[in-house]
């Protein structure tokens, strides 16, 4: 076991976002416990893959365990995993209201409650949550009510939690993305989505890995949302 090397806790690890979060943090050095429900072993031994639902607790509990068994420590958990649906809101279905809830709150809610122990117990320990610009700046072009009430909630605990545990040496951030290019988005609708962020370009997923370093590296900053989001959030165009 080593006790040394930083640990990092990273949802939904195992594409898009996700997979460049569990990149970066394994080029500045540390072990990566990745969960995301079909996420399989690769060659680097430094990352250890959890697969399962993460808005299972016994999930959510396996990673944690996965982590302080192998590792000894967590120093950041990296709440990445998340469902979002664009509908108008009255064509929402229970289904889509369970699995929003299920995924963006419950799944939050079961790991970071369970990695928050070890790390008070050590002083010490990050946490980051990635969101979305819509929760501050909905567009008219993007019907987004579930993502606007579950990661509005991660918006609203971000800012809890950070003044809640900050004499415990625990820092809570957050990302809030506008729409990042990844295989969700069919190459069709590029222009379309490129046109809605005043930057005129969608955000590329090193864009969003930037800022999830910056955060793990500033000491100073805690209960911040950070907008990389090529301007949505200043407002309307």
Do not use: C
Not at 29 to 49: F, H, L, M, Q, T
């Amino acid at each position: 076991m080593n006790t040394q090397q930083k640990v990092v806790l990273i949802t939904g690890a195992s594409q898009g976002i996700g997979a460049g979060i569990v990149r970066a943090y394994r080029d500045s050095g540390y072990a990566v416990v990745a969960n995301s429900r079909g996420i399989r072993a690769g060659a680097d031994a430094g990352v250890i893959a959890v697969p399962g639902d993460i808005s299972e607790r016994a999930v959510a509990r396996r990673v944690v365990d996965t982590a302080l068994e192998r590792f000894g420590r967590i120093d950041t958990l990296v709440n990445n995993a998340g469902i979002f649906i664009s509908k108008p809101f009255t064509e929402y279905t229970q289904e889509d209201f369970d699995s929003a809830l299920g995924v963006n709150l419950g799944g939050f809610f079961h790991i970071t409650q369970l990695a928050l122990a070890p790390m008070l117990s050590r002083n010490h320990g990050h946490i980051v949550q990635i969101t979305t610009t819509l929760v501050e700046q909905p567009l008219s072009d993007v019907p987004a009510g579930l993502a606007s009430l579950t990661k509005g909630g991660l918006a609203a605990a971000t800012r809890g939690l950070a003044i809640e545990y900050a004499g415990r040496g625990i820092r809570v951030n957050a990302v809030a993305p506008g729409i990042i290019k990844t295989p969700m988005h069919a190459a069709a609708t590029h222009d379309f989505l490129d046109k809605l962020h005043p930057i005129g370009r969608m955000g590329e997923i090193p864009d969003i890995v930037d800022a999830v370093l910056y955060l793990e590296r500033a000491g100073f900053v805690t209960g911040e949302t950070i907008n990389v989001d090529g301007g949505q959030h200043a407002g309307r165009w």
